[in-house]
């Protein structure tokens, strides 16, 4: 595959598409609350009607190839989740507990529900395959990254402030990630496969009108998000995106090759690592008003920096798979 073919098919329509949502938000066409409306059209339909069809749609043999991927791809993600949120707790003085939170959900995050299929499908073509990397990558990030960035936040406050965080069980925020669309329909779709139920496939195009929305409305509603916030790159907004975009997928791309992963599994997951930061963390960030301005510059600063890298890891990967086989 070409680098032409990467930029013109995947890169380009996410820089025209991101851009027109920017420009829009920038107009007043639409706002920052008009994006959450979008997100929630994207994460709780549009994203989860795309992962259960295309998981139904495969076999045993499919999942059982891809256990290697839910190995590499939790243990690779939650470490440098963790390594983003120490370096950037014990590095930076002024951080704290929940600074460094933020930047793990945002740095050490990929928005894989957002540009996931609208980055892979365009490179690797629409298969079950793709939807599996997209599903075992956004249950890693929304199931388990979420809740553990949540509880080290709520620790934070909680430290600094006592008793302005109520006093809730530790296993609340993972239940309420298994609660969401995102996170329970690729799981039911799994659970129906291994049962080996057939599915009709008159019920396909059901599924696909909706799932088609979801990589054009998530990338649009992206550039909105970018235009209502205001951007200040600093060095810790510039370390952030290093971690993200250098840190993350080589780590993954070291690890699988250690598992000896499936070549197209791990090309697929080395670029779903290289995804710029997931929304979902500057989304918390302003919730509780915690690292805003500099986690946006971070996110901003790594969409810019993705047109680079997503082709640079396919082509360092494939060179360490020759390199290696």
């Known amino acids: 595959m070409g ?6 098919y995947a890169i380009v329509p996410i820089i025209v598409v991101m851009l027109a949502g920017f420009i829009s938000g920038k107009k007043g066409v ?16 549009a994203l989860p009607a795309a992962l259960f069809v295309s ?7 499919d999942l059982a190839k891809d256990l290697k991927v839910t190995l590499v791809s939790t243990v690779g993600i939650m470490l440098c989740f963790m390594l983003v949120y120490f370096v950037f707790k014990y590095c930076f003085k002024k951080n704290t507990g929940a600074d460094a ?8 995050s990929p928005t894989i529900g957002f540009l996931g299929f609208a980055v892979l499908e365009p490179i690797f073509g629409t298969s079950p395959s793709v939807a599996l990397i997209v599903a075992i990558v956004s249950i890693v990030v929304n199931a388990i990254g979420i809740p553990v960035g949540l509880s080290l936040m709520n620790a934070s406050l909680e430290k600094q402030n006592p008793g302005s965080t109520k006093k809730e069980s530790p296993w609340k925020p993972v239940l309420h990630a298994l609660e969401q669309p995102v996170a329970w329909a690729p799981i039911l779709a799994v659970v129906w496969v291994l049962i080996g139920i057939p599915w009709p496939k008159e019920l396909s195009p059901s599924f696909n009108l909706i799932a088609k929305a979801n990589a054009s409305m998530a ?21 952030g995106s290093i971690m993200k ?10 690890m699988g090759l250690l598992c000896h992963m499936d070549p197209l599994n ?24 915690t690292y805003v301005a500099t986690g946006t510059s971070s996110l901003t600063l790594s969409v ?22």
Not at 30 to 45: I, M, R, T
Not at 307 to 319: N, R
Request: hydrophobic share 60%; glycine share 4%; with cysteine.
């Open 3 to 8: 680098l032409s073919h990467i930029i013109l």
């Open 219 to 239: 990338v649009f509603s992206a550039g909105i998000t970018l235009s209502a916030v205001k951007i200040s790159i600093n060095w810790q907004a510039i370390l």
């Open 55 to 61: 998981i139904v749609q495969s076999t045993r043999a």
């Open 266 to 289: 791990l090309k697929m997951l080395v670029v779903a690592a290289a995804l710029p930061p997931a929304f979902s963390g500057i989304i918390i960030a302003d919730e509780y008003d």
């Open 30 to 45: 639409f706002s920052g609350d008009d994006s959450k409306k979008f997100n929630k059209v994207v994460l709780d339909y």
């Open 304 to 325: 810019i920096l993705f047109v680079g890298f997503c082709p640079l890891w396919i082509w360092l990967t494939d060179l360490a798979l020759t390199t290696f086989a």
């Open 101 to 108: 939170a933020i930047s793990a959900l945002i740095s050490g």
């Open 245 to 254: 975009m250098v840190m993350m997928p080589a780590v993954v791309l070291i």
